[in-house]
């Protein structure tokens, strides 16, 4: 590997931007910046340019969205992984493939350095730092950069740090508010300004993706989500692939002011924060995955993969994507979704979403067991002996001990 050499992940925002100045400063690197396409932003017209014109050497583009999708997207989806039961981990699930990209990135270019834009105080510095060493482990060590980490600047003397450094930063007027934004194709999560007073009501221009409920649509709106083995595949009957269905669910969704998340969180490095998601499309996948899961499953998978589920939506937020117990996870939730195919009929309308139908053949639900009418094929008379044997052993020790002197 060139020592020379340093990859930095690149959004095109101000603190990537500086960093390519810094890094050449401080370290004494060329600097090669990744861009990663995983939907939904970051905007790629003119990165190359900017990101030569800080004083990379080169820009490299990749667009990841079919396996962000694919690799990590649903099997997050497949675990129900939601993060203290509210957060669909869009963030958390994009760092583990970015960190591969610059990992193989860093190999491709023979580079022995890799520089991520994360503060000190946040959890994406673990998420990145854990997998690129765990990846690189059987390898050259690769040295990891954290210029945000480092350098302790303000957002004002990071301004008069690019304009020392020749950098041109696109100018926001003295009225509209600066936050900052992670977004990709399952969700956004958007951080700052007033935001961090928890007493606050997020106001409106933080919100990009979805309506405000008094601009969406009077009328609800039913849509069809077919699933095969846990795996959305088309949507109105139409077979389309995952990038497309979380694409369009995002639009029509957040048309109808679905998938916002105001929530409290309990960061990995020890501290609350308020943050605020938008995830239309993976609000509506859980839902219509969740209701065919009850369709589907015995009561005792559905109890062991709910506690799953938990384990691995903390795996995947704590930065532990790449370790053996969530592909041990994997494994079970792919074996225990062999039989949830169907389709799930979801009606969207004023920021809710409810499950209105569900179809499977492979559905545990027996009408005629179910029924009360006429239909109703239940051997009633084996309730009896049922309910004796159910209750034996509580008796039993309601006159041995529990309720000996009638408390």
């Known amino acids: 590997m060139n020592n020379k050499k340093c990859i930095l992940a690149y959004s095109g925002g101000m603190d990537s931007t500086i960093s390519i100045a810094w890094i050449i400063k401080e370290y004494n690197l060329d600097v090669i910046t990744l861009t990663l396409d995983l939907g939904g932003g970051p905007e790629l017209d003119g990165i190359k340019e900017k990101a030569k014109d800080a004083g990379a050497i080169d820009s490299l583009i990749w667009d990841v969205r079919d396996e962000f999708v694919n690799e990590y997207v649903f099997k997050g989806l497949k675990a129900r992984a939601l993060y203290e039961g509210k957060y669909p981990l869009s963030t958390a699930l994009g760092r583990p493939l970015m960190a591969k990209k610059l990992v193989e990135a860093a190999r491709l270019v023979g580079a022995s350095s890799i520089a991520h834009g994360c503060t000190g105080k946040g959890n994406d510095q673990v998420r990145f730092d854990s997998s690129i060493m765990t990846l690189s482990a059987h390898s050259d ?75 969406t649509p009077d009328n609800h709106q039913d849509l069809i989500i ?93 930065g532990k994507w790449f370790t053996e117990l969530r592909a041990n996870i994997d ?70 001990q529990t309720y000996k002197d009638a408390r």
Request: glycine content about 8%.
């Open 226 to 318: 077919n699933f095969d083995q846990g795996t959305p595949t088309a949507m109105n009957e139409e077979k389309i692939g995952g990038v497309k269905i979380i694409e369009n669910l995002n639009n029509i969704a957040g048309n109808h002011g679905v998938g916002r998340i105001d929530h409290v969180e309990n960061r990995l490095v020890g501290i609350k924060s308020r943050e605020i998601y938008e995830t239309p499309g993976a609000i509506v996948l859980h839902t219509a995955l969740n209701a065919l899961e009850t369709m589907c499953l015995s009561k005792e998978q559905q109890r062991v993969k709910q506690n799953l589920s938990q384990i691995y939506a903390d795996l995947v937020y704590d």
């Open 141 to 215: 060590p690769i040295n990891i950069i954290a210029p945000a980490r480092e350098w302790g600047m303000t957002r004002d003397e990071e301004k008069k740090y690019a304009q020392k450094s020749g950098i041109e930063l696109r100018e926001v007027g003295n009225n509209q508010k600066v936050y900052s934004i992670d977004r990709n194709l399952w969700g956004q999560a958007i951080e700052g300004e007033d935001l961090e007073d928890t007493w606050v009501i997020p106001p409106e221009d933080a919100y990009s993706w979805t309506s405000p409920m008094d601009k």
């Open 331 to 400: 494994s079970f939730m792919n074996d225990v979704l062999k039989y949830t195919s169907g389709k799930v009929k979801i009606r969207l309308f004023k920021g809710s979403v409810t499950v209105i139908g569900i179809q499977s053949n492979y559905s545990l639900y027996d009408f005629g067991l179910a029924t009360y009418s006429s239909d109703d094929n239940f051997d009633h008379s084996a309730a009896t002996g049922f309910i004796d044997i159910y209750s034996l052993s509580s008796r039993t020790q309601a006159k041995k």
